[in-house]
């Protein structure tokens, strides 16, 4: 995965580009595109470790959303979109809490491949929170909330989409799980 250290260099040229959602990108499609198709990416999976104070949580009490963690021999299934290039200029936005935009080779289901762009939110970022174990993840999720809405949503909505991608995320389901096991016992 490279670097897209210039942010503003996929607005330059007109041609659509690939767009990678692992994510919201994959459930809350608040943006035109010309085609999405089912894709995984390669050396990745998805994790519950990044803070969330701008839509799942505030600054002072963040959520919990997903990012990608490096790991040798994971594939992390999502959704590619192509968009025009104009369109970064709205997903920059949304995906600014500590996100930053990588290009990476996208694998589609037939097994054809192209570049696209991902957003990931690395160690490094101010809103970075690491790993918990899962049923601390849900219980965390279970309180949190931000101007996007309740980051239980988020969890479920998430859940769902895998579920519909055929997707067997082990991490998101478990995270489900204690987060309806904590709603049954009513903490
Ligand atoms: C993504 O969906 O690809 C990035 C993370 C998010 O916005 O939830």
Same mark, same amino acid.
């Given at each position: 995965?490279s670097?897209?250290? =210039?942010?503003?260099?996929?607005?330059?040229?007109g041609?659509?580009?690939?767009?990678? @959602?692992?994510?919201s990108?994959?459930?809350?499609?608040?943006?035109?595109?010309?085609?999405?198709?089912?894709?995984?990416?390669?050396? #990745?999976?998805? &994790?519950? #470790?990044?803070?969330?104070?701008?839509?799942r949580g505030t600054?002072?009490?963040?959520g919990?959303v997903?990012?990608?963690?490096?790991?040798?021999?994971?594939?992390?299934? @999502?959704? /590619?979109?192509?968009?025009a290039?104009?369109?970064?200029?709205h997903?920059?936005?949304?995906?600014?809490?500590?996100?930053? &935009?990588?290009?990476?080779?996208?694998?589609?289901?037939?097994?054809q491949?192209?570049? @696209? #762009?991902?957003?990931? /939110?690395?160690?490094? =970022?101010? $809103?970075?929170l690491?790993?918990?174990?899962?049923?601390?993840? $849900?219980?965390?999720?279970?309180?949190?909330?931000?101007?996007?809405?309740? =980051?239980?949503?988020?969890?479920?909505?998430?859940?769902?989409?895998l579920?519909?991608?055929?997707?067997?995320? /082990?991490?998101?389901?478990?995270?489900?799980?204690?987060?309806?096991?904590?709603? &049954?016992?009513?903490?």
């Open positions: 995965m670097a897209g250290q =210039n942010r503003k260099g996929p607005t330059e040229s041609t659509p580009l690939w767009v990678f @959602g692992y994510g990108l994959i459930y809350k499609v608040d943006f035109p595109f010309v085609e999405c198709r089912a894709a995984k990416i390669r050396g #990745w999976r998805r &994790r519950f #470790w990044q803070g969330s104070h701008d839509h600054r002072d009490a963040p919990r997903v990012t990608l963690i490096p790991c040798k021999g994971a594939e992390c299934h @999502g959704m /590619a979109y192509l968009v290039p104009g369109v970064f200029d997903l920059d936005v949304r995906e600014k809490n500590g996100y930053m &935009r990588f290009t990476t080779d996208l694998i589609f289901r037939d097994g491949s192209a570049t @696209g #762009w991902v957003y990931v /939110a690395s160690r490094e =970022n101010q $809103a970075f690491g790993p918990a174990t899962e049923r601390e993840i $849900a219980r965390h999720i279970a309180t949190s909330a931000g101007p996007s809405g309740s =980051n239980r949503d988020y969890l479920l909505r998430l859940a769902q989409a579920r519909e991608l055929g997707d067997d995320d /082990a991490h998101v389901f478990a995270v489900e799980r204690h987060l309806r096991e904590l709603e &049954r016992a009513g903490r």
